[in-house]
């Protein structure tokens, strides 16, 4: 058999779920621990180099500091695939909402001394580097995952999930909490994978996996404006999970 | 703070670890044996600002953003912080709302422990890299682990949707609410992992624990009729009974030049520690019988003064929490209820127990419904500059031993105090 391949994992700016997600992944894990080499991973195990070569890289967070930039180049250049895992990586997620405030601001309300810190707007790795494909998620979706295990074991390449939420809410057979319930909910506009959870759970869709390719967020922002919801609401909706996305752009207009 | 790169550096008087293994979140530390300051715990994980942007943002949305503060324990943020915002709101939830959130705090309480001690903290003690080099001779240990963790995963899941960042939790209660029978299912997988649990005060009885004794101060909630997660008084092991609105008069956080994390101290200034040993020395005689006479064949009583059996602690609270977690599923009678939300402003607090010890959230909500300020204080920083106490002494007792013995033992203490660098910083 061909020798195991080699799996870097990173965190930058970000809650590390996507990383508890894949340590942890249930009774997948010890199959794919042993089929892969796991040679850089922090949180998991000590030692291991940054420096590669990596058949691939998996990258969890956004990227809010100079030297994670600089970092991301290297692995870039050191990785045969690079993939961004989950939402503060594919697309800002929550370390993105402070892009929506002047960032000196959202600063002095946590640091008494400014001038020690030395963060960036938050962005996407995509921002900085290629990258060959994402698992979107926060935390990133188990289905996704596994897909991108197997396709890495076999060498094929992986198809991630690329359509709305609303699909697996048909799927699911859900009453449309939008259209019945006028319930604000970013289905519409969100990827899928969760399997259509809030929506299951008697809520609207909070976009925490980020845009789907292709989204019309401005026909989304329309709608819940004509259902009463204020500019600065809608606003809201469209920075939770992904304010430097350009997908999103458009419901993210405040006045 | 600069880049991290390689791990670690020796020289003469100096152990420097750049970026430690195996904890949650980015921090290294720097020990320098002969010249002052002695210890520095660096913490570079990257702050978010979580405080900062908040500020704009609705009420219902805080719990949802918070959860994404620690990806290890994102319900013990989100209660802590719904709660805090239903003080502040005068929001008043019913009792099956409160049952909810305490069975949802203990499933992820276990299940954090879980992994703090099985996949963190024990390859330390076996001297391996991780938990993946010790698949082979562990088998036992691992498959235990696995199987708990996917039980007690499926319950955090079962009441908040999913484990990692529920979405159920709203202010007011539960947007969906299990059924009876959802719970028996679980009920049983409970109960098959009961002897699994009891299993885990064994295993971890088993590690050779370093000697050593510190003198610090303890702080967790207290109730006085439960081992309270959610609510309660804070109490010290130093006299401290203080209701959680006074928590700020006796508790101070402040940046230091070099971490992005703060460092709390208590109303003397004096550091203190905080989790699952804590809450031991505080409220023992609260733990079921059956955990009390685990912790009696384990050799476990209190006071305990060792921070490394913070680890012992903490798996009689895995077996503690799944027997409790069965009581409270079985006297659970799932009923219909709406949540009854009226935005009123204000501003509250609310303290609970995560995992690794005393958590803090605080809002001012306004009339509109948005957060004007926001303040949140974790367990790591309330440890921080404890564990940069005891590592001091660890250090001052254990100089004769040669420089890698010794840094592992620092390695092991931190590890011990089980710190989520990512909360720290948020």
């Known amino acids: ?8 994992i990173f965190k930058y700016s970000c809650c590390a779920g996507c990383e508890f997600q894949l340590i942890y992944f249930q009774h997948y894990v010890l199959e794919t621990l042993k089929a892969v080499d796991v ?48 939402s503060c990586a594919v697309c800002g997620g929550i370390p993105a909402v402070k892009n929506t405030s002047q960032e000196l601001n959202v600063e002095r309300r946590v640091y008494t001394n400014t001038s020690v810190i030395h963060s960036l707007k938050a962005h996407p790795v995509e921002h900085y580097v290629n990258v060959d494909g994402t698992i979107k998620g926060c935390p990133m979706g188990v289905r996704d995952l596994v897909e991108l295990v197997k396709s890495l074991l076999l060498d094929i390449t992986p198809q991630f999930l690329e359509y709305c939420v609303c699909v697996e809410c048909k799927l699911r057979g859900n009453i449309c909490v939008l259209v019945a319930y006028d319930e604000p909910c970013m289905g519409p506009v969100t990827n899928a994978g969760c399997g259509a959870l809030c929506p299951s759970l008697n809520r609207g869709c909070y976009g925490c996996w980020g845009p789907m390719k292709d989204a019309n967020a401005r026909a989304l922002a329309d709608q819940f404006e004509r259902m009463g919801l204020s500019r600065e609401d809608i606003s809201r909706c469209f920075t939770q999970f992904g304010e430097p996305a350009i997908e999103w752009k458009p419901g993210q207009v405040k006045s | 703070m600069e880049a991290r790169s390689g791990e670690i550096m020796k020289e003469n008087n100096r152990i420097q670890v750049d970026y430690l293994a195996r904890v949650e979140g980015e921090a290294g530390f720097q020990i320098n044996l002969d010249s002052a300051p002695p210890i520095e715990i660096k913490i570079f994980e990257p702050p978010r600002f979580f405080e900062g942007f908040l500020v704009g943002r609705k009420y219902d949305e805080v719990g949802d953003m918070v959860s994404r503060i620690c990806g290890i324990c994102p319900v013990s943020h989100m209660t802590t912080a719904i709660q805090a915002v239903e003080k502040a709101m005068g929001i008043v939830v019913s009792d099956q709302t409160r049952l909810l959130r305490k069975i949802l705090s203990w499933s992820q309480i276990v299940a954090s422990h879980l992994i703090h001690l099985y996949m963190l903290a ?28 996917e039980t007690v995963n499926e319950l955090t899941a ?60 303890y702080v967790a909630l207290k109730d006085s009729h439960d081992y309270s997660i959610n609510q309660g008084r804070i109490a010290s092991t130093t006299g401290l009974d ?133 303040n949140i204080v974790t367990p790591t920083s309330h440890n921080f500059l404890n564990m940069e106490k005891d590592l001091k002494k660890l250090v001052n007792e254990n100089g004769k031993k040669g420089r890698d013995d010794l840094q592992g033992l620092c390695e092991k203490l931190v590890r011990a105090y089980d710190p989520c660098f990512s909360c720290s910083v948020h």
């Open chain 2, 242 to 374: 203080i209701p959680v609105e006074n928590y700020l008069d006796n508790f101070h956080e402040s940046q230091v030049s070099y971490a992005y994390a703060k460092q709390s101290v208590d109303k003397d200034q004096k550091s203190f520690m905080v989790g699952a040993l804590a809450r031991m020395n505080i409220k023992y005689d609260q733990l079921l019988e059956e955990s009390k006479k685990l912790a009696e064949k384990v050799g476990f009583s209190v006071p305990s003064r060792n921070p490394f059996l913070n680890n012992l602690a903490q798996s009689l609270e895995v077996f503690d929490g799944i027997e409790r977690s069965i009581r409270l599923i079985e006297s659970f009678h799932s009923q219909d209820e709406r949540r009854q939300v009226r935005i009123n402003p204000g501003d509250g607090g609310s303290v609970t127990e995560a995992p690794r010890g005393l958590l803090y959230h605080w809002y001012r909500i306004n009339e509109r419904g948005m957060v004007e300020r926001a």
């Open chain 2, 122 to 149: 024990m390859p330390d003690y076996y001297r391996y890299r991780g938990v993946v080099d010790m698949i082979p001779r562990f088998q036992t240990q691992i498959h235990r682990l696995m199987q708990m963790k």
């Open chain 1, 39 to 86: 040679t850089y991973c922090k949180m998991l195990q000590s030692g291991g180099t940054e420096e590669g070569p990596f058949h691939v890289a998996l990258i969890e967070g956004a990227i809010t500091e100079q030297w994670q930039a600089d970092q991301l180049k290297k692995i870039r250049e050191s990785s045969k695939y690079l993939i961004p895992i989950g």
């Open chain 1, 1 to 8: 058999m061909d020798e195991k391949k080699k799996i870097g």
């Open chain 2, 158 to 217: 079962l009441i908040g949707g999913r484990a990692l960042h529920p979405v159920t939790h709203l202010p007011g209660g539960f947007t969906s609410i299990p059924s009876s029978l959802q719970f028996s299912a679980i009920l049983k997988k409970l109960e098959a992992i009961r002897g699994e649990a009891g299993q885990v005060v064994m295993d971890i009885s088993q590690l050779d624990v370093p000697d050593f004794r510190t003198e610090s101060v």
